[in-house]
């Protein structure tokens, strides 16, 4: 019973197309991110969503666009795909607001690679 | 601004003995806490440990230990005992109090050697 998960695990697609990522937590968790890991296994947070709302992006093009149609899924979708998009991408939950003393829960990743 | 850095691309330890992954931290915020993260070659995310600012005493799971100087800025894991499966990528995380994010290093990546 995986606590967040991400689909889909691998995405290969041509540059100029838009794709999504799905991910959904069971954990009743009120806090979702996505992350985006490069080449060189760097962590980068790009968006913070707690109970739906959008509270951190850290300025990422406008052609990414999270949706989070309930707290328990944050979707990722993505426009016009650049070559530059290819990494892996995180999902992850934590508990709660002001919760700093939770871990966050990652989802598997998904693999992106634009050619 | 909170930071993190980690300062050792890479390390190896012979199984069976003890090593010491460097995280230094910046933060204006005195209430935050700190994680490590294990990533195998399989890719995810595996929580550690965890230790918060008002701690008094270091952090422990198993294994693993944190070494926390709040003087020094710096909260470093302490792998007692290596085994070939801690050979993964490690990294250092920090959440501030009432922040939305947690924000890593650029982590470590550990070579046990039989």
Redesign the interface.
Known sequence: DTAVSQTPKYLVTQMGNDKSIKCEQNLGHDTMYWYKQDSKKFLKIMFSYNNKELIINETVPNRFSPKSPDKAHLNLHINSLELGDSAVYFCASSQGLSSMNTEAFFGQGTRLTVV | AQKITQTQPGMFVQEKEAVTLDCTYDTSDP???L?W?K?PSS???I?LI?Q?SYDQQNATEGRYSLNFQKARKSANLVISASQLGDSA?Y?CAM??????????G??TRLFVKA
């Open positions: 209430s935050y806490g994680f993260y990533q890719g995810e995310m929580f965890y918060g990528m990294f959440r501030e109090g009432g922040g939305f994010k947690t924000i890593f650029a982590g």
